[in-house]
């Protein structure tokens, strides 16, 4: 049995080596906050990282329509889903090839345009102005509604013959000779974007706006009394200051963009045009349309693996080039 010293008031109980003991109830107060992330953790792991495990395991498996039932029973294929999605020459290849050219493109406009948009009016709404608080509330109405009620609206708009894109570019304005099919053909594309670029760009501007919040008044008073510009001041002061909050914000962006589902299911349904064949949704008709979850699970598992990919490389080069910075 090992034997303490008394402790006197004041002063720690000791071992007989002369060691101290840690003050009564640290260790409680040390492991609270691992306690209060437990419940989290368990969560996050059950609604993320265990269905991941599932897909992943699934994608060695020729799971068809004739083993869902019992899809722990399929036979294991090794790696046959992955061979059957790269190979660009076959016809599965190549259509998901094709997707993610199309998803590639659809990110970068999408991305871009949020960006440019969110940042333009973030910054001229830092001046006051009256009115400017119902502006900023207008502003984020697109971002609070929700996606499905938001998304059913353009649906209707991007109609042929009653809808009000429509009206407006061809009855009121005359732009085009005749009404286009906007959810149809190569304008399914350019449809999608808007809607992307609607929904998302007060996410932009949301976040520029805090940022803004940031960055001392001095800075710009002391520029304007050497006779710096508004573009100077913008190009000089506020854009580099915003450097480490774009980075974070354009990595968000494109993470959001490139796995967006919702619009463009909503927007076209379950088979999406050629145009706005978005990786989303081919890896959807791989699995629930054609039955072969084995094929859509392994073209998730690479969707997964090229996001990290991205998202590492992102990381890598925005790191260095703040060091760079800071040197």
Request: glycine fraction near 8%; hydrophobic fraction near 55%.
């Amino acid at each position: 049995m090992t034997l303490l010293t008394e402790a006197t008031p004041g002063r720690r109980a000791t071992r007989p080596g002369g060691r101290s003991l840690p003050p009564r109830g640290r260790l409680g107060r040390a492991a609270l906050p691992y306690l209060l992330l437990l419940p989290a953790v368990l969560l996050e792991l059950l609604v993320h990282l265990v269905p991941m495990v599932m897909g992943i395991l699934m994608s060695f498996k020729e799971l068809t329509q004739f083993y869902i039932r019992d899809w722990a029973s399929a036979p294991w294929t090794g790696l046959d889903n992955y061979r059957l999605a790269v190979d660009f020459n076959a016809p599965v290849g190549r259509d998901l090839l094709h997707s993610f050219w199309v998803t590639c493109v659809f990110s970068v406009l999408a991305v871009g345009l949020c960006w440019l948009i969110g940042v333009t009016a973030a910054i001229f709404m830092q001046e006051g102005f009256r009115g400017r608080g119902l502006l900023r509330a207008l502003f984020l109405t697109p971002y609070a509604l929700p996606v499905y009620a938001a998304v059913i609206t353009w649906a209707f708009m991007f109609q042929r013959d009653n809808g009000l894109v429509n009206h407006v570019l061809h009855d009121q304005l005359g732009l085009t000779a005749e009404r286009p099919f906007w959810l149809l053909g190569g304008n399914s594309f350019a449809a999608l974007v808007i809607v992307a670029v609607w929904k998302t760009w007060p996410f932009a501007f949301l976040v520029v706006m805090a940022a803004l919040q940031n960055i001392p008044r001095e800075l710009y008073e002391a520029a304007a009394i050497d006779g710096a510009g508004v573009w100077q001041q913008i190009r000089k002061i506020t854009m580099p200051s915003l450097r480490p909050i774009n980075q974070v914000l354009v990595l968000v962006l494109f993470l959001w963009t490139f796995n967006d589902f919702n619009n463009p299911y909503v927007l076209f349904g379950k088979s999406a045009p050629e145009a706005a064949d978005l990786i989303s949704i081919h890896i959807y008709q791989s699995s629930f349309v054609t039955w072969n979850f084995g094929a859509g699970s392994a073209m998730s598992v690479l969707l997964l693996a090229f996001l990290l990919l991205v998202t590492t490389v992102y990381l890598l080069v925005t790191s260095r080039g703040r060091r760079a910075a800071r040197a």
